[in-house]
């Protein structure tokens, strides 16, 4: 969520989102650690270094799912979904629920 908030401008937030979860099997999960991650990947705004290296990254990989340390919050992390990948029917939708983002989160 926070990754979001400071990835969008506020007027540009839908008025209904889903949240939808996924089963997914651990061996299709490749975990990044931070030291494979460029020098500079926490830097405002994002360098042209980290789109680069994300594009590498996604041409390169061999599981479906890229689990990648959160900029935002430190022990944290992301889950990305590779597109590239022929997705496995391994994976299994669990849940798919309607989401308001609260405006509150993030002001003007």
Partial sequence: MLEYTVNINIDEIPRALSIITLDIP??????????????DWKDVPAPSSTKDFGSRLLNEAKNAVIKIPSAIIANEFNYILNPKHPYSKNFKITEIKDFVYDIRIKSK
């Fill in 26 to 39: 651990s061996e299709d999960i490749y975990e990044l650690k931070q030291s494979q991650l460029p020098g």
